[in-house]
């Protein structure tokens, strides 16, 4: 603790000076007030806790000096929570290209948190006149679908079997990343 409070002190001691020396005269009136007030405490610092290490000399820490908000140290035997997880790189994942006898389906889920909120597809059936048609007519109610039931039970469109069944495969692996918290 003493090793702390004199890191603190010199490091203090050392902005201030570097303040005022390239401060100079030019320098604002309350930069070099802040750098003559002396150190600020450390956490812990000017606490109550009577069991707290005078700080070097055998005195008391000061007062905390007025405008400066007050830190608490963490009681022993009391663990501080982990950070949080960093956030995903993208709010995108990609989900397989997945074959069917008209063509192949691929989506692109995209999320806020891990609420999907658009399924773009990267690939739809247009191998035929037919297929293109019908994947036109699929693809916007799977999609509604996918976003509002925020998952891949979807129900098939008629007339567009495989292609509905390959696009609910293409997005359920993309679910299944999103929720390993893989990220493209």
């Known amino acids: 603790m003493r090793r702390a409070v004199l890191a603190v002190a010199g490091l203090a001691a050392g902005t201030s000076l570097l303040v005022v020396v390239k401060g100079g ?3 604002a009136p309350d930069t ?13 610092a000017g606490s109550p806790d009577p069991s707290a290490p005078a700080s070097p000399g055998g005195k008391k820490p000061a007062a905390t000096p007025s405008g400066t908000k007050k830190t608490t140290k963490p009681k022993p ?17 990609v989900g397989p290209r997945v074959e069917n006898p008209y063509g ?8 806020s948190g891990t609420r999907i909120t ?8 247009d191998l035929e006149a037919r297929s ?7 693809e916007p109610q799977l999609r509604d679908e996918a976003i509002r039931e925020q998952g891949a039970n979807l129900d098939t469109v008629s ?20 929720k390993k918290g893989e990220r493209d």
């Open 25 to 27: 005269a030019g320098a």
């Open 32 to 44: 070099v007030a802040a750098a003559n007030a002396g150190p600020t405490p450390s956490a812990g």
């Open 77 to 93: 035997g009391k663990t501080t929570a982990a950070p949080p997880p960093a956030a995903p790189k993208s709010n995108k994942v």
């Open 104 to 111: 192949a389906v691929q989506v692109v889920i995209e999320l």
């Open 118 to 125: 658009n399924v773009r597809t990267l690939e739809m059936p």
């Open 132 to 138: 293109d048609q019908l994947s036109s007519l699929a």
């Open 159 to 178: 007339g567009a079997t495989e292609t509905s069944e390959s696009y609910k495969e293409s997005l359920r692996v993309a679910i299944e990343r999103m």
